[in-house]
Protein backbone atom coordinates (compact mmCIF):
# COMPACT_ATOMS: atom_id res chain seq x y z
CA UNK A 1 0.00 0.00 0.00
CA UNK A 2 1.39 3.49 -0.83
CA UNK A 3 2.32 6.12 2.25
CA UNK A 4 1.42 9.75 1.72
CA UNK A 5 2.66 11.16 -0.99
CA UNK A 6 3.73 15.26 -1.28
CA UNK A 7 5.15 17.13 -4.08
CA UNK A 8 7.20 18.96 -5.10
CA UNK A 9 9.79 17.71 -2.24
CA UNK A 10 11.81 20.84 -2.54
CA UNK A 11 11.04 24.19 -3.71
CA UNK A 12 13.04 27.50 -3.65
CA UNK A 13 10.95 31.05 -4.00
CA UNK A 14 11.51 34.31 -3.33
CA UNK A 15 9.55 36.70 -0.97
CA UNK A 16 6.47 37.79 -2.13
CA UNK A 17 5.67 35.19 -4.41
CA UNK A 18 2.91 32.41 -3.67
CA UNK A 19 3.60 28.68 -3.74
CA UNK A 20 1.22 25.35 -4.00
CA UNK A 21 2.11 21.86 -2.07
CA UNK A 22 0.19 18.89 -3.09
CA UNK A 23 -0.27 15.75 -0.79
CA UNK A 24 -1.63 12.64 -1.86
CA UNK A 25 -3.05 10.53 1.24
CA UNK A 26 -2.81 6.66 1.67
CA UNK A 27 -5.23 4.96 -0.66
CA UNK A 28 -8.81 4.91 1.71
CA UNK A 29 -7.93 7.54 3.31
CA UNK A 30 -10.25 10.62 4.08
CA UNK A 31 -8.82 13.04 6.59
CA UNK A 32 -5.66 15.12 5.52
CA UNK A 33 -3.80 17.50 8.21
CA UNK A 34 -1.19 19.89 7.75
CA UNK A 35 1.43 20.94 9.88
CA UNK A 36 4.45 23.37 9.64
CA UNK A 37 8.17 22.09 10.75
CA UNK A 38 10.85 25.15 11.89
CA UNK A 39 13.75 24.41 14.14
CA UNK A 40 12.62 27.68 16.03
CA UNK A 41 8.85 26.70 16.14
CA UNK A 42 8.82 22.46 16.16
CA UNK A 43 5.61 21.19 14.45
CA UNK A 44 2.73 22.92 14.47
CA UNK A 45 -0.54 22.37 13.03
CA UNK A 46 -2.09 24.54 10.13
CA UNK A 47 -5.48 22.96 9.33
CA UNK A 48 -7.30 19.83 8.73
CA UNK A 49 -9.31 18.75 5.94
CA UNK A 50 -12.19 15.88 5.69
CA UNK A 51 -14.36 15.12 2.82
CA UNK A 52 -13.53 18.83 1.30
CA UNK A 53 -13.94 20.49 4.37
CA UNK A 54 -12.01 21.95 6.90
CA UNK A 55 -12.79 21.15 10.22
CA UNK A 56 -10.04 22.95 12.25
CA UNK A 57 -7.44 25.07 11.39
CA UNK A 58 -4.33 26.29 13.53
CA UNK A 59 -3.13 29.92 14.38
CA UNK A 60 -1.29 30.87 11.19
CA UNK A 61 -2.69 34.00 9.27
CA UNK A 62 -4.67 34.38 6.33
CA UNK A 63 -1.86 34.09 3.74
CA UNK A 64 -1.92 30.13 4.64
CA UNK A 65 -4.64 28.47 2.99
CA UNK A 66 -5.61 24.95 1.99
CA UNK A 67 -8.27 22.90 0.67
CA UNK A 68 -9.49 18.69 -0.49
CA UNK A 69 -10.74 17.55 -3.49
CA UNK A 70 -13.29 14.96 -3.77
CA UNK A 71 -10.24 12.07 -4.20
CA UNK A 72 -9.35 13.28 -0.89
CA UNK A 73 -5.99 14.53 -2.55
CA UNK A 74 -5.15 18.42 -0.87
CA UNK A 75 -3.53 21.01 -1.69
CA UNK A 76 -1.66 24.29 0.65
CA UNK A 77 -1.26 27.36 -0.46
CA UNK A 78 1.17 30.48 0.84
CA UNK A 79 0.44 33.54 -0.59
CA UNK A 80 3.12 36.53 -0.35
CA UNK A 81 6.03 34.40 0.92
CA UNK A 82 7.99 35.75 3.92
CA UNK A 83 11.56 34.71 4.61
CA UNK A 84 9.93 32.90 8.01
CA UNK A 85 8.16 30.37 6.00
CA UNK A 86 10.83 28.45 5.11
CA UNK A 87 9.95 25.39 6.64
CA UNK A 88 9.10 21.72 6.07
CA UNK A 89 5.81 21.01 5.56
CA UNK A 90 4.38 17.86 6.38
CA UNK A 91 0.81 16.33 5.55
CA UNK A 92 -0.45 13.67 7.81
CA UNK A 93 -3.72 11.54 6.14
CA UNK A 94 -6.27 9.40 8.17
CA UNK A 95 -8.55 7.31 7.58
CA UNK A 96 -11.66 9.28 9.41
CA UNK A 97 -10.07 11.73 11.49
CA UNK A 98 -13.00 10.62 13.88
CA UNK A 99 -11.84 11.11 17.48
CA UNK A 100 -14.53 8.61 18.93
CA UNK A 101 -12.26 5.81 16.71
CA UNK A 102 -8.75 6.50 17.92
CA UNK A 103 -7.40 4.07 15.84
CA UNK A 104 -8.67 4.93 12.56
CA UNK A 105 -7.80 8.32 13.29
CA UNK A 106 -3.94 7.67 13.77
CA UNK A 107 -1.75 9.75 11.01
CA UNK A 108 0.62 8.93 8.53
CA UNK A 109 2.57 11.10 7.62
CA UNK A 110 4.38 12.05 4.28
CA UNK A 111 8.10 12.85 3.23
CA UNK A 112 7.49 16.57 3.59
CA UNK A 113 8.16 19.61 1.12
CA UNK A 114 11.13 21.76 1.91
CA UNK A 115 10.25 25.17 1.18
CA UNK A 116 12.98 27.94 1.50
CA UNK A 117 12.20 31.35 0.87
CA UNK A 118 14.90 33.85 0.13
CA UNK B 1 -4.43 26.52 24.69
CA UNK B 2 -3.10 23.23 25.28
CA UNK B 3 0.90 23.12 25.30
CA UNK B 4 3.10 19.92 25.51
CA UNK B 5 6.63 19.97 27.13
CA UNK B 6 9.17 17.32 26.17
CA UNK B 7 12.38 17.18 28.66
CA UNK B 8 15.22 16.77 28.18
CA UNK B 9 15.47 18.18 24.46
CA UNK B 10 18.76 17.02 24.14
CA UNK B 11 20.26 13.66 25.40
CA UNK B 12 23.31 12.03 24.78
CA UNK B 13 23.52 8.39 26.37
CA UNK B 14 26.10 5.61 25.72
CA UNK B 15 25.08 2.18 24.28
CA UNK B 16 23.05 0.06 26.64
CA UNK B 17 22.38 2.26 29.68
CA UNK B 18 18.87 3.04 30.35
CA UNK B 19 17.02 6.76 29.88
CA UNK B 20 13.16 8.29 30.25
CA UNK B 21 11.56 10.68 28.33
CA UNK B 22 8.86 12.66 29.84
CA UNK B 23 6.57 14.73 27.93
CA UNK B 24 4.05 16.70 29.81
CA UNK B 25 0.73 18.75 28.90
CA UNK B 26 -1.32 21.08 30.19
CA UNK B 27 -4.56 20.19 30.33
CA UNK B 28 -6.83 17.33 29.50
CA UNK B 29 -6.53 14.90 26.26
CA UNK B 30 -7.80 11.70 26.10
CA UNK B 31 -4.81 10.37 23.94
CA UNK B 32 -1.14 10.74 23.14
CA UNK B 33 0.80 9.26 20.50
CA UNK B 34 4.17 8.94 20.27
CA UNK B 35 6.97 9.29 16.71
CA UNK B 36 10.34 9.32 15.95
CA UNK B 37 11.37 11.16 13.22
CA UNK B 38 15.18 10.51 11.11
CA UNK B 39 17.27 13.79 10.16
CA UNK B 40 15.71 14.48 7.17
CA UNK B 41 12.55 12.33 7.23
CA UNK B 42 9.29 12.37 8.05
CA UNK B 43 7.81 11.16 11.31
CA UNK B 44 7.11 7.66 11.98
CA UNK B 45 4.26 6.70 14.45
CA UNK B 46 5.64 4.63 17.65
CA UNK B 47 2.67 4.28 19.63
CA UNK B 48 -0.84 5.24 20.67
CA UNK B 49 -1.70 5.60 23.91
CA UNK B 50 -5.77 5.81 25.12
CA UNK B 51 -6.34 5.56 28.75
CA UNK B 52 -5.03 6.50 31.76
CA UNK B 53 -2.48 3.43 32.40
CA UNK B 54 -1.70 2.45 29.25
CA UNK B 55 1.24 0.80 28.14
CA UNK B 56 3.07 -0.16 25.26
CA UNK B 57 6.28 -1.45 24.28
CA UNK B 58 7.93 -2.31 20.91
CA UNK B 59 11.54 -3.71 21.28
CA UNK B 60 13.44 -1.26 23.27
CA UNK B 61 10.95 1.42 23.85
CA UNK B 62 8.24 1.30 26.41
CA UNK B 63 5.55 4.35 26.53
CA UNK B 64 3.25 4.81 29.49
CA UNK B 65 0.39 7.48 29.91
CA UNK B 66 -0.85 9.00 33.41
CA UNK B 67 -3.64 11.43 32.44
CA UNK B 68 -4.30 12.59 35.82
CA UNK B 69 -0.65 13.52 35.99
CA UNK B 70 -1.07 14.81 32.38
CA UNK B 71 2.05 12.89 31.50
CA UNK B 72 3.48 10.72 29.55
CA UNK B 73 6.99 9.19 29.02
CA UNK B 74 9.30 7.15 26.66
CA UNK B 75 11.34 4.74 28.14
CA UNK B 76 14.21 3.63 26.27
CA UNK B 77 16.01 0.47 27.54
CA UNK B 78 19.57 -0.44 26.62
CA UNK B 79 20.11 1.71 24.02
CA UNK B 80 21.71 0.91 20.41
CA UNK B 81 22.86 3.57 18.01
CA UNK B 82 19.91 2.55 15.80
CA UNK B 83 17.52 4.62 18.63
CA UNK B 84 19.44 8.03 17.73
CA UNK B 85 16.66 10.04 16.41
CA UNK B 86 14.04 12.86 17.04
CA UNK B 87 11.56 12.04 19.38
CA UNK B 88 7.87 14.03 19.37
CA UNK B 89 4.90 13.46 22.17
CA UNK B 90 1.48 14.75 20.53
CA UNK B 91 -1.73 15.74 21.72
CA UNK B 92 -5.32 15.74 20.65
CA UNK B 93 -6.43 19.57 21.34
CA UNK B 94 -9.79 19.53 20.16
CA UNK B 95 -11.72 18.02 17.48
CA UNK B 96 -9.39 16.87 14.55
CA UNK B 97 -6.45 18.69 15.76
CA UNK B 98 -2.62 17.73 17.55
CA UNK B 99 -0.77 19.94 19.63
CA UNK B 100 3.43 18.18 19.13
CA UNK B 101 5.71 18.35 22.20
CA UNK B 102 9.12 20.55 21.00
CA UNK B 103 10.86 17.23 19.97
CA UNK B 104 13.65 15.37 22.02
CA UNK B 105 17.26 14.57 20.03
CA UNK B 106 18.29 11.61 20.90
CA UNK B 107 21.80 10.07 20.26
CA UNK B 108 23.48 7.15 21.20
CA UNK B 109 27.08 6.76 21.15
CA UNK B 110 28.72 3.57 20.64
Known amino acids: KAGVTQTPRYLIKTRGQQVTLSCSPI?????VSWYQQTPGQGLQFLFEYFSETQRNKGNFPGRFSGRQFSNSRSEMNVSTLELGDSALYLCASSLTGDPSRPLRNEQFFGPGTRLTVL | ELKVEQNPLFLSMQEGKNYTIYCNYS?????LYWYRQDPGKSLESLFV?????AVKQEGRLMASLDTKARLSTLHITAAVHDLSATYFC??????????FGTGTRLKVLA
Open chain 2, 90 to 99: AVRAGTYKYI
Open chain 2, 49 to 53: LLSNG
Open chain 2, 27 to 31: TTSDR
Open chain 1, 27 to 31: SGHRS
